[in-house]
């Protein structure tokens, strides 16, 4: 049950890396763009 608990609260800051690396470079393309 511990193993499960550890992943339950990995998968939403796993979640939050991929998201603030893709928000990321997605400002990053527009200002290599201007």
């Known amino acids: 049950p511990q193993n ?3 992943m339950h609260a990995m ?7 991929i998201g603030s690396a893709i928000a990321a470079g997605v ?3 527009y200002v290599l763009a201007m």
């Open 4 to 6: 499960f608990l550890l």
């Open 27 to 29: 400002m990053l393309k």
């Open 11 to 17: 998968g939403p800051n796993v979640a939050g890396v």
